[in-house]
């Protein structure tokens, strides 16, 4: 059994809550507890039915308001999968929390109301989940039972979805027909629409391919912490971490940067022991043939591909606080695991994600937008693009004076 | 064991990457903040952690302390276990007693006599007295619903309250530990685990667990539909008549309010297949305390609590 971790984007409106319900409910993920807990809020609300979104609505502000501020995880199992959602709230104000769900997602359900076709909002969730690059996209045109489960109107939403596609980036784009209020092409396929021929959700939420997902080229190994134990065993030093991406094995050839000093592998110990591989994402710990200064932060990587040393940075942020980002600021950079100083030299455009217009130099970047920046670090960051490697290609910013997280930035191509 | 091999496409089992993702984020607190240390219950989830971490930091010993809020009301088994582990592994244990703050007039004991709320001051003080800067803990996101909200790096002021409308964004997994003096972090490396993932990883670690976890006969009392086993901590009311029950316990807390649930699970595969197929959740069917009101766990939260 593996995971898959999806993020469902849309509002109450679209159903997302019921669609959640549903795939807890017919997947027995609910618990009699849990369900008589919502029935009775919903009772005393005077709720004519069991309002299922009190299942996610976790915090006291969000039951009170009936709105989703936060992100919020849920699990379930079936026998093939263990499935974690990040359930996130689809206003333009929770942008960010948008991006947070999104930024470990394997697959994105986007939910769109089958009576309303293609709004404004949808463009904005297929936009960030673009950004983001979830490599697999769910588009899931509901409430089908309201249209009459008309072909023709499922058709037509899904033209304009592949015409708005066309201008973003995606590797894998599927498209249901559902209504999860009924139940239909949720978890079992759907009598009502025979000229539909895939599968419910479910089942391609159990069988879509993710292990071709992992990047098993690029050796990239960022340490994390030095192993150096002070009980008797002074000779081992080793470097742990997780590995992002590659595979490694003893006898490679490796080289630590930023230092470009070159070694080979001696030992992998994994969690079970010394193996002959390591393959991402596994958390292992490195020792090498020579005594080479390695420290936090540092990343192992071979001679022959490897990331880029850079101290300017060009990158897609998200801004994730209410005080804005400005050219000329000055912020702390976590990268890997590697943390620096960086300076915003310039903000190039400022995206808006309904239509995809660029705002030329708009100053500064507020609350929820995204724009284009270019920074300027203290030191050397081992980059790749983030198209090419999750991992390598991310950072957040952090405010040195509150240590809020206040953006996330995904690096694009020079 | 692994189940992953070159043959098979690299596979790797939702435990592994549940392993995997969980000493990461030990081995990043422990790198990021200069005094954290580990909470010890004796429960499972807690065993789990450090089975994790004493893989995470292999040959090296545990870098930081393992400390245990003691309320009083433990059950026997679960304190032997404690004693046991801790000096199998050789780590520092720090004990924050809850029955020496209420002697010393630090906290008061409440009418109920539960004393779920009165371990946070006792909590707070200890990590202030041991100037421990992080807390590690094994909580997990599918027990509670404020939990579900909370980040794996929880910000906590000065005063060890978390606020849930202010939580600090969390993306991919670069994890966000600055703190100012008197502040705090919370980690919490199983969030994504489940109960059953638990469970089957002990079965395949081979994890030892008190034996209270596994179905054995105990003299019992109803109350509120719920099995709890007579000891010194909880007598049966008048009315309520004893009698003995095959049954094993889904989580190990205060002995007060920890109720007992019917098993012949007697090893970690009988209760993973047991938990899989459970309709009601371990808090649900064990716990008094949350049951107070929909938001009991996060007003706890707020004031720190775990």
């Known amino acids: 059994m593996d995971i898959l971790r999806f993020a469902t984007a849309g509002s109450v409106d679209d159903g997302k809550s019921t669609l959640i319900g549903r795939l807890l409910y017919d997947s027995k993920s609910i618990f009699t507890d849990q369900l008589d807990a919502v029935e009775r809020t919903s009772a005393q609300r005077g709720d004519d039915y069991t309002d299922l979104a009190l299942l996610t609505d976790g915090l006291r502000a969000e039951r009170e308001q009936g709105i989703t501020i936060d992100v919020a995880y849920r699990y379930f199992s079936t026998p093939r999968r263990k499935f974690i959602i990040a359930d996130t709230p689809g206003h333009i104000q929770y942008t960010r929390n948008m991006v947070t769900g999104a930024s470990t997602a394997d697959l994105a359900i986007i939910l769109i109301d089958a009576r309303k076709g293609l709004l404004e909002q949808s463009r904005r969730h297929a936009t960030i989940v673009s950004l983001l690059r979830v490599p697999h996209v769910v588009l899931a045109i509901n409430k089908m039972d309201l249209v009459d489960w008309s072909q023709d109107v499922y058709e037509e939403i899904s033209a304009t979805f592949v015409e708005f596609a066309a201008k973003l980036d995606f590797a894998d784009v599927t498209t249901l027909p559902i209504s999860a209020l009924t139940g239909d092409n949720v978890v079992t396929r759907s009598a009502h629409m025979d000229w539909y021929q895939g599968p419910a959700l479910m089942h391609h939420l159990e069988h879509v391919y993710i292990a071709s997902d992992r990047n098993l080229v690029d050796v990239r190994f960022p340490v994390q912490y030095v192993i150096r134990p002070q009980n008797g065993r002074g000779d081992f030093r080793g470097f742990a971490g997780q590995l992002v991406s590659g595979m490694m094995r003893p006898g490679d050839d490796v080289i630590v940067l930023p230092s470009g ?98 705002e030329l130099s708009p100053g500064s970047l507020g609350l929820n937008s995204i724009g284009r920046v270019t920074l300027r670090t203290t030191q050397p960051l081992l980059v790749d693009p983030y198209r090419r490697n999750r991992q390598t290609g991310s950072f957040i910013l952090i405010d040195e004076a509150t240590n809020r997280t206040v953006g996330a930035g995904v690096i694009t191509e020079n | 064991m692994m189940d992953a091999t070159a043959s098979d496409g690299h596979r790797f089992s939702q435990l592994d990457h549940l392993e995997s993702e969980a000493m ?210 909880c007598l049966p009311r008048d009315g309520e008549h004893t009698f003995t029950e095959t049954v094993r316990y889904r989580t190990v807390g205060d002995a007060t309010l920890t109720a007992a649930v019917l098993s012949q699970a007697r090893t970690a595969a009988d209760v993973a297949a047991e938990v899989a197929a459970s309709r009601i959740t371990e808090r649900g069917a064990t716990r008094g305390d949350d049951k107070v009101s929909e938001a009991a766990m996060e007003d706890r939260k707020k004031e720190g609590y775990f």
């Open chain 1, 261 to 358: 000093l070159p070694s080979r592998i001696k030992t992998i110990q994994t969690s079970a022991g010394e193996v002959d591989e390591a393959f991402p994402p596994m958390s292992i710990t490195v020792r090498l043939e020579d005594e080479v200064d390695v420290s936090r932060g540092d990343m192992i990587s071979r001679p022959a591909n490897q990331p880029e040393p850079t101290q300017d940075i060009d990158a897609m942020v998200c801004w994730m606080d209410a005080a804005p980002m400005r050219v000329g600021g000055k912020y702390a950079i976590k990268h890997t695991t590697r943390t620096a100083r960086a300076l915003v030299k310039d903000i190039a455009y400022e995206l808006d994600i309904n239509t995809l217009h660029r």
């Open chain 2, 24 to 233: 990461f984020i030990i081995r990043e607190i422990v790198a990021e903040n200069e005094s954290p240390g580990l909470l010890f219950s004796g429960g499972k989830d807690s065993i789990v952690m450090l089975h994790l971490a004493a893989k995470a930091f292999a040959p090296a010993s545990l870098p930081f302390p393992v400390v245990h809020i003691d309320t009083g009301h433990n059950f026997d088994e679960v304190l032997l276990f404690r004693d046991r582990v801790v000096e199998a592994l050789g780590v520092r244990l720090i004990v924050g007693s809850v029955p020496e703050a209420i002697e010393e007039g630090f906290v008061r004991e409440e009418p109920s006599g539960s004393r779920n709320r009165i371990q946070t001051p006792v909590l707070l003080r200890t990590a202030e007295q041991h100037g421990l800067t992080a807390l590690m803990g094994g909580a997990r996101r599918d027990e509670e619903k404020a939990r579900a909200k909370e980040r794996v790096f929880s910000f906590r002021d000065e005063f060890g309250q978390w606020d849930p409308k202010n939580q600090r964004p969390e993306l991919w997994s670069l994890y966000n530990g600055r703190i100012h003096a008197g502040e705090s972090i919370r980690c919490f490396p199983l969030s994504n685990w489940t109960e059953l993932d638990i469970w089957e990883y002990i079965a395949r670690e081979g994890i030892e667990v008190p034996s209270i976890y596994y179905a054995h006969e105990r003299e019992v009392f109803q109350r509120n539909g719920m099995y709890f086993a007579v000891n010194r901590h």
